[in-house]
Nanobody, 115 residues
């Protein structure tokens, strides 16, 4: 089973940028559905961006135009470029994938947006 490890989180001021990485322990060539989720304190986990078959990517309305999710199969890595960050983006960010009907999650990385 391919494991996922996120990194790139941290403390950033409003309006700043971060790029999250999600490195897989093996090839992701056969993994067609991947995504980024986030969970703020006291709230449910929510979808931030989903990457499906054929390179189709969907972003949540709250991040559209500010966040971009993409993958690099040659590096077995999923990325989330986050620009113009807002305090409401503060959360633990998780990557995941769906394979053979099962979801696999990373351990998460904390993003805090504060002045």
């Amino acid at each position: 089973q391919v494991q996922l490890v996120e990194s790139g989180g941290g403390l950033v001021q409003p309006g700043g940028s971060l790029r999250l990485s999600c490195v897989a322990s093996g090839s992701i060539l056969d993994i067609h559905v991947m995504g980024w989720y986030r969970q703020a304190a006291g709230k449910q986990r929510e979808l931030v961006a989903g990457l499906g078959t054929g390179g189709i990517t969907n972003h949540a309305p709250s991040v559209k135009g500010r966040f971009t999710a993409y993958r690099d199969n040659s590096k077995n890595t999923l990325y989330l470029q986050m620009n113009n960050l807002k305090p409401e983006d503060t959360a633990v960010y998780y990557c995941n994938y769906l394979y053979n009907g099962k979801f696999t999650w990373g351990q998460g990385t904390q993003v805090t947006v504060s002045s």
